[in-house]
Each structure stands twice: as structure tokens, then as C-alpha cells.
Nanobody, 125 residues
């Protein structure tokens, strides 16, 4: 059974930093590309960033470029999202997701095969 479990969310002041983690199990993690999404109340789920199977290539939505960093540890079946200079607009539930197109740049919700339950991030102004 595929499982993705996010952790690390919480309350942080605007301008602060937070590191999210995603523990993966039940599938060959290193064969999958991974991504982070977020969903604010009343809004659609949006792509935050993705990383290829090797961890060598990350890509981001423009609004977080230079502030967020995705990384992965295939030996630990873990995905991370380091967030710095957080803004109030960053308040959302954050989700990790997996997709089989490990060599491709994938951004759409529909292209991801498996999802975690999410972790809440609240950025206070």
C-alpha cells in the first residue's frame, strides 16, 4: 500500500522558515518523481515544486523560486521542502505527491498518482 505521510507543519511568523518532510512507503520511491502542492482555504490545490527521481533536478512555481528548496533522500524514502522567507500567502495545507513519470517535469494535479494527507502551515502576519 502506497503511503505518503507529511510532517513539520505549524505556525510560523512572516519571514520565518519551516521544513516539511514526507515519509514514503509501499512503492519504489527512487523510481518516482515527487512534488509538493498546497491548498489554501477556499482555493484550488496548486503546484509548489517538484523533483526528479535522482534529486538532481528541482523545479518550482515562480512565486516560491529562490525561497523554497525541494530535496529527497532515496536511502530514507524521504522528501523535504525547505521554506524560507515565508509570506502570509503561504498559509495552506501542504501535500506531497508521487508520479511515475520520473524523467519528466510534472506540475498538474492530475499527473500525480499518490497523495499524502497534508500538513498545515500557518504564516502569521
Amino acid at each position: 500500500e502506497v503511503q505518503l505521510v507529511e510532517s513539520g507543519g505549524g505556525l510560523v511568523q512572516s519571514g520565518g522558515s519551516l521544513r516539511l518532510s514526507c515519509a514514503a512507503s509501499g512503492f519504489p520511491f527512487s523510481n518516482y518523481g515527487m512534488g509538493w502542492f498546497r491548498q489554501a482555504p477556499g482555493k484550488e490545490r496548486e503546484f509548489v515544486g517538484g523533483i526528479d527521481w535522482s534529486g538532481r533536478s528541482g523545479y518550482y512555481r515562480e512565486s516560491v523560486q529562490g525561497r523554497f528548496t525541494i530535496s529527497r533522500d532515496n536511502a530514507k524514502n524521504a522528501l523535504y521542502l525547505q521554506m524560507t522567507s515565508l509570506k502570509h500567502g503561504g498559509t495552506a495545507d501542504y501535500y506531497c505527491a508521487a508520479h511515475r513519470q520520473r524523467f519528466m517535469v510534472v506540475r498538474r494535479v492530475s499527473e500525480f498518482d499518490s497523495w499524502g494527507q497534508g500538513t498545515q502551515v500557518t504564516v502569521s502576519s
